[in-house]
């Protein structure tokens, strides 16, 4: 008796055919290739900060790994054209997002203000804790950029004044943070008159450094540094 159609597409699947491969033999798709794609869709993150390049970078990696297995072995691999997407979306995302943050970290500061980070305001190893260190004590006086986080207190809208800290750990679980991690802002924004309203988010702050020691509202220990006639960028 003749075998039907089913029993034809049973005798199919019990012998591996690959539907892609139509030549009867089954070709599976590199692990490689499917973590490139995986990365290829995750790799817009790249716009969002530079840590996150990474994600793209290792989809090209993988992507380009994927492509020379199949090509090396085209009998036992396919996803092809899987992988070439991949890369392409995954290059695309790379180039796109550091040329975004570039231009980003190029018009945030402004005309006339320096970048600073928290590093230059910690006391040298074997100081006291609140030591100025030389680094500060260069800008003291002078228009800077610093990036951190807002301290929470119980104000949520319209703040005017706040405490700029290192890090989320400092900010957002509680604790109390180093008085080098500190810095007291006082802002005098045009672009935002009546203050603005806390956020979690990373916040870039330009404004005249300022080292005087004092009592900060809040917080024990009271504060070092300051950023006054301040604004947000």
């Not at 005798?11 to 690959?18: A, E, L, R």
């Not at 400092?170 to 806390?198: A, E, M, S, W, Y």
């Amino acid at each position: 008796m003749p075998a039907g159609l089913f029993d034809t597409a049973r005798q199919q699947s019990s012998d591996g055919i690959d539907s892609q491969g139509g030549d009867g033999h089954y070709r599976a798709i590199p692990p490689t290739a499917i973590a490139a794609a995986v990365l290829a869709v995750l790799s817009p993150l790249a716009f969002v900060d530079w840590p996150l390049a990474v994600v793209p970078t290792l989809g090209i990696v993988l992507g380009t790994l994927a492509y020379r297995t199949i090509s090396r072995q085209p009998e036992d691999f396919t996803g092809r054209s899987l992988v070439i997407g991949a890369v392409v979306l995954s290059t695309a995302s790379l180039v796109g997002g550091l040329g975004s943050l570039s231009r980003t970290y190029l018009r945030e500061l402004p005309p006339g203000y320096e970048r600073i980070d928290y590093g230059m305001l910690q006391p040298l190893p074997g100081d006291p804790p609140d030591v100025v260190p030389d680094t500060a004590s260069s800008v003291n006086g002078r228009n800077v950029l610093l990036k951190g986080y807002m301290y929470p207190g119980k104000q949520k809208e319209h703040i005017t004044q706040f405490l700029l800290v290192r890090d989320q750990g400092d900010c957002c679980f509680g604790g109390n943070p180093k008085i080098t991690d500190r810095v007291l802002v006082q802002l005098k924004d045009p672009g935002h008159p009546k203050g603005i309203d806390f956020s979690p988010r990373l916040t870039k702050i330009a404004g005249r450094f300022v080292i005087r020691p004092m009592g900060a509202p809040g917080i024990d220990g009271g504060v070092l540094y300051h950023l006054e006639d301040a604004f947000v960028r």
